[in-house]
């Protein structure tokens, strides 16, 4: 028995893609130079790759381009001018823009604000002994423990803190023993840190050796 088969050729089917943009403006109403901007597939598909991240240009404007159709979370801000990145919870407490991409409507155009700036927490972490420890920040909304970001720090260290909003704050490095600023290691018990926006705090800290811990 001889078989015989007819193989059809199909026209390659491109997907549809689409495009984010807009701009940044701070709390004034003044385009941010150099900002950074961060969109995040809204759904729980998997992602092809990190985080799409570009920088806003002279004009504080931004594009996005080659985005599959979707929803979007859409994230700004830029360190250097206290503007934390707000892709984290725990300056953003949960709150963001939004944005759809459709084959009815593949590019979507927004502004996006940052601001008011956080304050500042400032400062030097050594032992004691004029050796500097670089070391990593947990911070906590003391309203909601829960939304907490780690950070990790030079010994000169820099650390933007959400304005007028309680943080509760501990210090920890290999081989020595967590500093809890306050005082207590119990979170109900500990005095938060509150600064307003633009506020700098400068706090040095000195840790001490923890013998039970692995030294560095």
């Given at each position: 028995m001889i078989l015989s088969f007819c193989v059809v050729n199909y026209p390659a089917v491109s997907q549809q893609?689409?495009?984010i943009a807009g701009t940044v403006l701070d709390e004034t109403g003044n385009e941010v130079v150099g900002a950074h901007v961060i969109?995040?597939?809204l759904d729980e598909r998997p992602k092809a790759s990190a985080l799409l991240v570009v920088e806003t240009d002279i004009?504080?404007?931004f594009s996005m381009a080659n985005l599959a159709l979707g929803s979007y979370k859409v994230f700004a801000g830029k360190d250097s001018a206290g503007y934390p990145d707000t892709s984290f919870a725990f300056y953003s407490n949960h709150i963001f823009?939004?944005?759809s991409i459709t084959v009815s409507s593949p590019s979507a155009n927004l502004v996006l604000k940052v601001g008011p700036p956080a304050g500042v927490l400032t400062g030097l972490v050594n032992d004691g002994k004029d050796n500097p420890i670089a070391a990593t920040?947990?911070?906590r909304r003391?309203?909601?423990p829960t939304n907490w970001i780690s950070l990790s720090q030079r010994p000169e260290y820099r650390v933007l803190i959400p304005p007028d909003v309680d943080v509760v704050?501990?210090?920890s490095a290999s081989g020595y023993k967590t500093f809890?600023?306050?005082g207590a290691s119990d979170l109900l018990k500990r005095s938060p840190l509150r600064l307003t926006s633009r506020e700098e705090t400068k706090l040095d800290i000195q840790l001490e050796r923890d013998e039970n811990r692995e030294k560095p």
């Open positions: 893609l689409g495009t969109v995040d597939p004009e504080g404007k823009p939004t944005v920040f947990l911070l003391a309203s909601d704050i501990e210090i809890y600023y306050g």
